[in-house]
C-alpha cells in the first residue's frame, strides 16, 4: 500500500487510475457530515445559555443578599459614635441602643492579682530555657480552682511557667517570665485572690514571703459616667449601658464626650447598594434578551432571547421596584419613590435613587422607613395538634418592600423542600439536552467513519480494476504488434 499522507488518513495515491482522490473523499464526507456540525454549534448555544444563566443566579445570588440586608434592623439602627478620647475608651452599640450622650471619665484600670518572685537562685549563670535542677510539687489555686504541678530536675523555668499555663482554664491563673522571676497572676482582672502552698519548691523558686515573693492585689476599673461613679472588674463593661459595650484602654484627665446618634449613611448606603445591584441584573438581562437588528447581516442577538423565564423576572422585578407596598399598616410610607426610589423616565427597566429624597424621610421618621423596606408581624393562632387537642401557635408574616422581591428570586435560584427553583429546572434541562446531543454526535461519527471506509475500499478496488485493465490492454497490445509485418 502506498504512504498515507491525508490528515484523514487515506491514502494519498488513491485516484492514481479512477481520477478519485483522497481530496475528493474528504469533500464528500465533508457534506455529510453538515449534521454533526449542526449539531455542534446547537450544542454551543446551549452551553452560551447555560452560562448566561448562571451568570444569572449569580447576579441574583448578590442582589438577594443585599435584599435581605435591608430586612435586618442594623441596616437602618446602627449606630454613629462620636468620642472625643478614644485613647481612653471605645464605644460599641448594636442596633437596639438609644441614641443618647454621655459625659465620662476613667480614673483608673482593672489590674489582674499577680505573684512576682524573688530572685531565683538556681537560675543563677543560667538561661531560663536549660534545666534548673529542682524537684518537687507546686500547688497554687485561683479564682477557678486549684492545681499541683510536678516538676522534674531536668525541668527549666520555661518548662515550669508552661506547666503552670497547662491548668490556666481550670485555675484562672497563668505563668510568665519577667526579669528572670517567676510572676503568677491571675487571668481575670480585678481583686482576686491567689493562693500559693509554702511548699519547699515554692520556696526555692522564691514564691514565698521568706524567699522574696511578693503579692499585688489586682485592682477594679473606676471610671465616672454622667456623673455616677462605676466600678467593675473588667475595662470592657456590658451591664452599664444597656445594648453598650465599654472599653476603657486609659485613664483620662478631662472628661471624655460621648455622642450616640443614627448613622444616616449606613442606612444611605444600604439603600444604594440594592439599587445598584438591581441595575446591574437588569442591565445583563436586557443584554441576554436583546434580539439586537435582525435586518443586519452579521447581527448578533442576546443568548437567551426569547427565554419565557427570563422575561418573566425581568417584567415581574421591574414590576415590584415601582409598585406600591403593603407595609401591614406599620408605615406612613406606600410608594418607593417617597424614599427616592423610582424608574428612569427614558427607560423603565433602570432605577434610579434620590440620596436626598431619601436622607429626608429618614431624619423625619426611621421607623417608617424600615418598616417600609421590611415588617415581620407575629399573630397568635388556635391550631390542633397531632394528639387533636387545641394550642396556641405563634405565626410571623412578612410585609413590606423587599417580601415579594425577595421571594420572586428565591424562586428562581433556590431549591425549596423538594421544590426545583427556574435556575435547577434550567440547569437540568440544559444538562439532558447537551447529553442527548452528544449521544446523537457519537452515533453520526461512527456513521461517517464507516462511510469514509466504504468510499476507501470502493475507489480502492476501483484504481485495482482499472489498473488490471491497463496491464491487459498493454499485454494485448503488444501481442498484436508482434503479428504485425514489419
Same mark, same amino acid.
Given at each position: 500500500?502506498?504512504?498515507?499522507?491525508?490528515?484523514?488518513?487515506?491514502?494519498?495515491?488513491?485516484?492514481?487510475?479512477?481520477?478519485?482522490?483522497?481530496?475528493?473523499?474528504?469533500?464528500?464526507?465533508?457534506?455529510?457530515?453538515?449534521?454533526?456540525?449542526?449539531?455542534?454549534?446547537?450544542?454551543?448555544?446551549?452551553?452560551?445559555?447555560?452560562?448566561?444563566?448562571?451568570?444569572?443566579?449569580?447576579?441574583?445570588?448578590?442582589?438577594?443578599?443585599?435584599?435581605?440586608?435591608?430586612?435586618?434592623?442594623?441596616?437602618?439602627?446602627?449606630?454613629?459614635?462620636?468620642?472625643?478620647?478614644?485613647?481612653?475608651?471605645?464605644?460599641?452599640?448594636?442596633?437596639?441602643?438609644?441614641?443618647?450622650?454621655?459625659?465620662?471619665?476613667?480614673?483608673?484600670?482593672?489590674?489582674?492579682?499577680?505573684?512576682?518572685?524573688?530572685?531565683?537562685?538556681?537560675?543563677?549563670?543560667?538561661?531560663?530555657?536549660?534545666?534548673?535542677?529542682?524537684?518537687?510539687?507546686?500547688?497554687?489555686?485561683?479564682?477557678?480552682?486549684?492545681?499541683?504541678?510536678?516538676?522534674?530536675?531536668?525541668?527549666?523555668?520555661?518548662?515550669?511557667?508552661?506547666?503552670?499555663?497547662?491548668?490556666?482554664?481550670?485555675?484562672?491563673?497563668?505563668?510568665?517570665?519577667?526579669?528572670?522571676?517567676?510572676?503568677?497572676?491571675?487571668?481575670?482582672?480585678?481583686?482576686?485572690?491567689?493562693?500559693?502552698?509554702?511548699?519547699?519548691?515554692?520556696?526555692?523558686?522564691?514564691?514565698?514571703?521568706?524567699?522574696?515573693?511578693?503579692?499585688?492585689?489586682?485592682?477594679?476599673?473606676?471610671?465616672?459616667?454622667?456623673?455616677?461613679?462605676?466600678?467593675?472588674?473588667?475595662?470592657?463593661?456590658?451591664?452599664?449601658?444597656?445594648?453598650?459595650?465599654?472599653?476603657?484602654?486609659?485613664?483620662?484627665?478631662?472628661?471624655?464626650?460621648?455622642?450616640?446618634?443614627?448613622?444616616?449613611?449606613?442606612?444611605?448606603?444600604?439603600?444604594?447598594?440594592?439599587?445598584?445591584?438591581?441595575?446591574?441584573?437588569?442591565?445583563?438581562?436586557?443584554?441576554?434578551?436583546?434580539?439586537?437588528?435582525?435586518?443586519?447581516?452579521?447581527?448578533?442577538?442576546?443568548?437567551?432571547?426569547?427565554?419565557?423565564?427570563?422575561?418573566?423576572?425581568?417584567?415581574?422585578?421591574?414590576?415590584?421596584?415601582?409598585?406600591?407596598? /403593603?407595609? &401591614?399598616? +406599620? =408605615?406612613?410610607?406606600?410608594?418607593? %419613590?417617597?424614599?427616592?426610589?423610582? *424608574?428612569? @423616565?427614558?427607560?423603565? #427597566?433602570?432605577?434610579?435613587?434620590?440620596?436626598?429624597?431619601?436622607?429626608?424621610?429618614?431624619?423625619?421618621?426611621?421607623?417608617?422607613?424600615?418598616?417600609?423596606?421590611?415588617?415581620?408581624?407575629?399573630?397568635?393562632?388556635?391550631?390542633?395538634?397531632?394528639?387533636?387537642?387545641?394550642?396556641?401557635?405563634?405565626?410571623?408574616?412578612?410585609?413590606?418592600?423587599?417580601?415579594?422581591?425577595?421571594?420572586?428570586?428565591?424562586?428562581?435560584?433556590?431549591? /425549596?423542600? &423538594?421544590? +426545583? =427553583?427556574?435556575?435547577?429546572?434550567? %440547569?437540568?434541562?440544559?444538562?439532558? *439536552?447537551? @447529553?442527548?446531543?452528544? #449521544?446523537?454526535?457519537?452515533?453520526?461519527?461512527?456513521?461517517?467513519?464507516?462511510?469514509?471506509?466504504?468510499?476507501?475500499?470502493?475507489?480502492?478496488?476501483?484504481?485495482?480494476?482499472?489498473?488490471?485493465?491497463?496491464?491487459?490492454?498493454?499485454?494485448?497490445?503488444?501481442?498484436?504488434?508482434?503479428?504485425?509485418?514489419?
Amino acid at each position: 500500500m502506498a504512504n498515507v499522507t491525508s490528515t484523514t488518513g487515506i491514502s494519498s495515491t488513491l485516484g492514481s487510475y479512477s481520477g478519485i482522490t483522497s481530496q475528493d473523499i474528504d469533500k464528500l464526507i465533508e457534506a455529510e457530515s453538515l449534521p454533526i456540525v449542526k449539531l455542534n454549534n446547537q450544542k454551543s448555544k446551549i452551553n452560551e445559555q447555560q452560562n448566561a444563566w448562571k451568570d444569572i443566579k449569580l447576579r441574583l445570588s448578590t442582589m438577594l443578599a443585599k435584599v435581605e440586608n435591608l430586612q435586618k434592623p442594623e441596616a437602618f439602627n446602627t449606630k454613629k459614635i462620636s468620642n472625643s478620647n478614644d485613647k481612653s475608651v471605645v464605644f460599641t452599640a448594636d442596633a437596639k441602643a438609644m441614641n443618647e450622650n454621655y459625659t465620662l471619665t476613667v480614673d483608673q484600670l482593672a489590674t489582674s492579682s499577680r505573684m512576682t518572685s524573688g530572685k531565683i537562685a538556681d537560675l543563677e549563670g543560667k538561661t531560663v530555657y536549660e534545666k534548673l535542677g529542682v524537684a518537687g510539687e507546686l500547688t497554687f489555686e485561683g479564682t477557678k480552682g486549684k492545681a499541683t504541678i510536678n516538676v522534674d530536675n531536668s525541668d527549666s523555668l520555661k518548662e515550669i511557667t508552661n506547666k503552670i499555663n497547662e491548668t490556666s482554664k481550670d485555675t484562672g491563673v497563668k505563668a510568665a517570665i519577667i526579669d528572670n522571676r517567676l510572676v503568677i497572676s491571675s487571668v481575670e482582672t480585678g481583686q482576686k485572690e491567689i493562693k500559693i502552698e509554702a511548699t519547699a519548691l515554692a520556696g526555692t523558686l522564691g514564691l514565698t514571703e521568706e524567699t522574696g515573693g511578693k503579692f499585688d492585689e489586682g485592682k477594679k476599673a473606676q471610671f465616672t459616667i454622667d456623673g455616677m461613679k462605676v466600678e467593675r472588674d473588667s475595662n470592657t463593661i456590658t451591664d452599664v449601658i444597656e445594648n453598650v459595650k465599654i472599653q476603657l484602654k486609659a485613664p483620662s484627665k478631662d472628661p471624655i464626650h460621648i455622642e450616640m446618634t443614627q448613622d444616616i449613611d449606613h442606612a444611605v448606603k444600604s439603600a444604594q447598594e440594592f439599587v445598584e445591584q438591581y441595575n446591574n441584573v437588569m442591565d445583563f438581562i436586557n443584554e441576554k434578551l436583546d434580539v439586537g437588528d435582525p435586518s443586519k447581516k452579521d447581527n448578533k442577538a442576546g443568548a437567551l432571547v426569547g427565554d419565557s423565564s427570563l422575561i418573566r423576572l425581568q417584567t415581574q422585578l421591574r414590576e415590584m421596584m415601582t409598585d406600591n407596598v /403593603d407595609s &401591614g399598616g +406599620k =408605615s406612613g410610607i406606600k410608594n418607593p %419613590s417617597e424614599l427616592g426610589i423610582s *424608574s428612569k @423616565k427614558e427607560s423603565r #427597566s433602570t432605577i434610579v435613587f434620590d440620596e436626598e429624597k431619601f436622607r429626608k424621610a429618614f431624619e423625619k421618621n426611621p421607623e417608617d422607613v424600615q418598616a417600609f423596606f421590611h415588617q415581620a408581624i407575629e399573630t397568635k393562632e388556635t391550631v390542633v395538634n397531632e394528639a387533636g387537642e387545641s394550642e396556641i401557635e405563634k405565626v410571623t408574616t412578612n410585609f413590606g418592600y423587599t417580601k415579594g422581591i425577595k421571594e420572586l428570586m428565591n424562586s428562581f435560584i433556590t431549591d /425549596d423542600k &423538594g421544590k +426545583k =427553583s427556574v435556575y435547577t429546572t434550567k %440547569s437540568d434541562s440544559f444538562s439532558a *439536552s447537551v @447529553k442527548n446531543i452528544e #449521544s446523537r454526535i457519537e452515533k453520526f461519527t461512527a456513521q461517517i467513519d464507516k462511510k469514509r471506509d466504504y468510499y476507501v475500499r470502493t475507489f480502492t478496488r476501483l484504481d485495482n480494476v482499472m489498473m488490471k485493465a491497463e496491464e491487459q490492454m498493454a499485454y494485448l497490445q503488444s501481442q498484436m504488434a508482434a503479428f504485425m509485418p514489419q
